[in-house]
């Protein structure tokens, strides 16, 4: 679990280094602000996916746990989901890639088609590893992934390569699983790996675990593809550019979100041990995340402009009110995800994939019809779309708790 934790650190230090790389050979009035949404973009999907590892994890340590072998084989689904995957990913392209990258929209369908199908693959990969056990080539995995976009996006730097080459960077790392797959026979000898339910159950538990991380990465990872969207010129009225406000959500999001997505398993926990006090339980975790977003709020507004001034390019500045805001806004972000894992915890799947849904058609109604500018638009979407999910999430654990039969005693 060592191998593990340190890969997921160096994931995500890779991502934020790719970010910060790609602002020095990019325009940022285009080829930068294309980058972030078709990023956006790909990893929203890759997002969704996720729920195939999830399933496959819970089966396959199920089957490990139980001894039960009732005939499911994850590769065989994975294999009808990349079908699935290639068509919605063709569809996206045909529909949407002309505003995401519209200097290279055959380019950037041909890759999302290549990284999804193959990130299907990895997914499964993910699963098998991670159910078994297989937590130093399950970390070698994750940190190949990382790696291999980190490793040529300097090369893209240092060579002066275009908006292409990043296109291209962006999916790259989808093809690990092959590597794994060739260099580790121990993961090789993972391949054929029992699963506790039959193939008919296990698609429809992928599809209900694809819906909810889908659910969650459409208003987390996918939110600089539809402001690339919902703007698709600059704002004449405010000097703070489409790419300089989506690398201020990315920022300010990290030091809260990324640290709790590290404790949401410890979460769970808790809420299921106080399942008849889940409102008293909350209470703790969610002022403690409120309390960091405002001490941040005071932080970012402070010190935040200094701190772009000092490692980015100024066509990336962002006044300290918008970065404080922005910083105030994910910590509602966060207590999204701790009411959404309060209501997991009580296996309430279809209230928690609601309050998700509800957060992002809120936020992105706010972004692409209110009559806002650029900055009015972002601030309000990521403020109003969390706490209307969060009122969700609410009712439905007020509704689970009042209709749960009381716990035996002794």
Known sequence: MKALSLATVFAALAGFIVMWVAQWPLDAETQLRYFQAYWGLFFAATGLIDGITQETTRAVAGAKSTGRDRGANPWKAGGILAVVMAGIALAIGVLVMGRVVPTSP??????????????????????VLSGAGLWNQYAGLVALDSGVRLVLVLIAWAAGWGLPA?????????????????????????????????????LRRVLTAMLASGATATLITGYPTFLNA??????????????????????????????LQRFQSALVVKFVEARDQVFT??????????????????????????????????????????????????????????????????????????????????????????????????????????????????????????????????
Not at 107 to 127: D, K, R
Not at 170 to 197: E, K, P
């Open 281 to 410: 339980t909350l209470a703790k975790p969610v002022g403690l995340v409120l309390g960091v977003g405002a001490i941040g709020f005071v932080a970012a507004w402070a010190i935040g402009p200094w701190i772009l001034r000092l490692l980015y390019r100024e066509a990336l500045f962002v006044p300290g009110l918008i970065l404080g805001t922005l910083t105030f806004a994910s910590a509602l972000t966060g207590t999204l995800m701790i009411t959404g894992t309060a209501v997991l915890a009580l296996e309430k799947h279809g209230w928690y994939v609601s309050g998700w849904i509800v957060a992002s058609v809120v936020a992105y109604s706010i972004l692409f019809l209110a009559p806002l500018g650029l900055v009015e638009a972002v601030c309000f979407s990521l403020i109003v779309g969390p706490l209307a999910g969060g009122v969700v999430h609410a009712i439905g654990l007020g509704y689970t708790t009042r209709i749960a039969p009381p716990r035996a005693t002794g």
């Open 230 to 259: 919902a703007f698709p010129n600059e704002d004449p009225s405010t000097t703070v550019t489409i790419a300089g406000i989506i690398n201020a959500v990315t920022l300010t999001r990290a030091p809260i979100l990324v640290p």
């Open 106 to 127: 055959e380019l950037g369908t041909a890759l999302l088609v290549f990284g999804l199908v193959s990130y299907v693959f990895q997914a499964v990969l993910s699963g």
């Open 166 to 202: 990043f296109l291209v960077i962006t999916v790259i790392g989808a093809l690990s699983w092959v590597v794994i797959l060739a260099c580790s026979r121990v993961a090789r000898s993972s391949i054929s790996v029992a699963l506790d339910v039959n193939r008919d159950a296990f």
